[in-house]
């Protein structure tokens, strides 16, 4: 039995390492986040470098030598995309969306209440509490200055 396993790694060809790198894409494209990319590019390009190894080495790649060089290029190629491509899609074109107070900086509102330099005022159909430097009247325009997480800063404005 052992000695079938050996004679089976010794049949290891470039058509192995195309049939897992593409079973690497097939498990990539059910959901993997990114995890299967370096191994199955890896698995792919390990299986060029079995293809072209006959032209350069005489008698191809042994069995142990494409088992390094796909560990190696599953590690570097995983690298690679954590480092550049991963870290790209961390970045966001709307880096507002799930900050809300954020979305109102620069909008220009008119008070239906009296502020004291803190309270609450409607926008949309949600109240948010709302600080200013100034105790502001009912009917003053204000613009929406500066927020944290759940108060807006006014102003008023002329």
Not at 49 to 71: C, F, H, K, N
Not at 128 to 142: C, T
Request: charged letters at 20%.
């Amino acid at each position: 039995m052992e000695n079938d396993v050996w004679a089976w790694l010794d049949q290891l060809n470039q058509w192995h390492w195309f049939i897992l790198g593409l079973i690497l894409l097939i498990g990539e494209a059910f959901g993997a986040a990114g995890f299967l990319l370096g191994a199955a590019f890896g698995a792919l390009i390990t299986g060029v470098l079995v293809s072209i190894s006959p032209a350069i080495v005489d008698g191809g790649m042994l069995w142990r030598s494409q088992v390094l060089t796909d560990a190696a290029l599953s590690i570097v190629c995983s690298l690679l995309y954590w480092r550049y491509y991963r870290a790209e899609l961390q970045g966001s074109d709307r880096p507002e969306l799930n900050h809300k107070t954020s979305q109102f900086i620069g909008r220009k509102l008119t008070l239906k209440t009296d502020i004291d330099f803190e309270g609450r005022i409607q926008i949309g159909d949600t109240f948010w509490k709302v600080k200013s430097d100034d105790a502001l009247k009912e009917g003053d325009k204000i613009e929406v200055i500066n927020s944290d997480t759940s108060t807006l800063f006014i102003k008023k404005i002329d």
